[in-house]
């Protein structure tokens, strides 16, 4: 587990690598729906998504021998960019796994980055069977996005911002997927004002943390079906058990609501934020009696999305 | 023509009913375009585009006496919106005459911000003699969209702002359609840093005004086809003059290029923008040669766009 200082101490570690990104409003959206609605825009972060702050933390806190044989993951999303542009940041090499079927455009931003790319068959078992032999031939360090303390501990600067920038929510609503933002954004609460409530929301189509948070058991992702596709991954046994202890209610949206937010994040904020972000501003809209009169700060997770291939 | 003071005493004005918008930088942008470039986001200004500036400052320096019967305007566009918004907020009726193609969204936009619509035949003389009816029925103050000082020196507060935050480009790029914003850019430039180059940028299927400004006459538009529909409109009188006397040049640019710069604007700054906005940055990718190692002010004008007709 984590301390308080671990988080303030990532948050010095990410600081001169990361935006301390801006808190948005709208009085529109506050009377459509009876709340008190902050969006931490996240959109807005270097890689276009908070991975870097979780991918920032663990690169830079490496000894100097553990980061000399450079770092490793496998990733088709955003960690992949993020473990890249860390890595560059620290002047060291990172190896990333990705699947054969990625699209184009992640390859070119991980390269862009400066990431050095291995391609392998699109499953988990050839995936970690590359990473496998990636890091015995290399000795690179692994840095896996979300079970990991110090990624959690990355994650966990971003609440960190809104808690110190003096907003003091009834609510804090985060995505969740692997659960690193999620257990970070709660062990940040916790610390520092224990009274604001900490709600993760997923896609209905890819439940399994709230089949996790009301069995009691970790259960994993089964064929994850959504148009989120920075939530398909399953928690690990570090996220689930700060999920057990400090999160108030997982509440799962359905893809409808989930377009129907994102586009209004679109039309009245003037942002671009990508499904996976918008599941914040659904659980809003599916569940109205849990945010009434209520405040609430929504974290908008990233805005990495294909303008060719919108959802509406 | 307006004074300093004036723009000065205009910014006062709206102050209390405006944001004063960010200023976005995308290092990346830098890099692609070898330039400095700023991004002033009237994306984020109330109503979405930057209108509600000079529509504030016109309604709210009318004498209780002239406000008394209300004001009254023809327009389709966000000018409508924003004289709506202005008379609301001053307590005043506002008679907006729209042309009965217009859009359901555009038309539920100014009903919501409480202008009475009058719906009229879509050709100019017909919204000419419906609000001449009008104005001679109610005595309402008529309100121009952009040939009008107080619109202009409303209009000014944007480069106001941008100057005032101690920034000092080597140049300021501005869409002109009827040229409000352009002279408004002009002239708060002149008066505070005149070492400031403005250019306007429109559309090379809405070219009137780069034709005034070659020819020295006034050029009206002339069936204008583009994406753009915020810059179909002809110059007026007045800002005319103030584009010959204070403006460097006007620079038209394509069709492909507009798309292109507003698809990268919305990539990269993760914004959402309308075509007419992207004209800025279309200007910086079509003369590469005038933007190379100078800094560059953009003025985003506005984020009004259908997200279910995207223009790529």
Known sequence: MITLKDIRDAAKRVAPYTHRTPVMISHQLNRMFNAEICFKCENFQKIGAFKIRGATNAVMSLSVEEAAKGVATHSSGNHAQAVSLAARNRGITAHIVMPSNAKAVKLAAVKGYGGEVTLCAPTLAAREATLEKILEKTGAHMIHPYNDWRIIAGQATCALEILD?????????????????????????????????????????????????????????????????????????????????????????????????????????????????????????QYPDRFQDQSVALILTGGNVDLADLPW
Chains 1, 2 share one sequence.
């Open 165 to 285: 920038d003096g907003v003091r929510p009834d609510i804090i609503v985060t995505p969740v997927g692997g659960g690193g933002l999620m257990s970070g954004t709660a062990l940040a609460t916790h610390y520092i004002h224990p009274g604001t409530k900490v709600i993760a929301a997923e896609p209905e189509k890819a439940d399994d943390a709230h089949r996790s948070f009301t069995s009691g058991k970790l259960q994993p992702s089964v064929d994850p079906q959504t148009v989120c596709d920075g939530l398909l991954t399953s928690l690990g046994n570090n996220t689930f058990s700060v999920m057990m202890k400090h999160v108030s209610a997982v509440l799962t949206v359905s893809e409808d609501n989930i377009i129907a937010a994102m586009r209004l994040i679109w039309e009245r904020l003037k942002i671009v934020v990508e499904p996976s972000a918008a599941v914040t501003l659904a659980a809003v809209m």
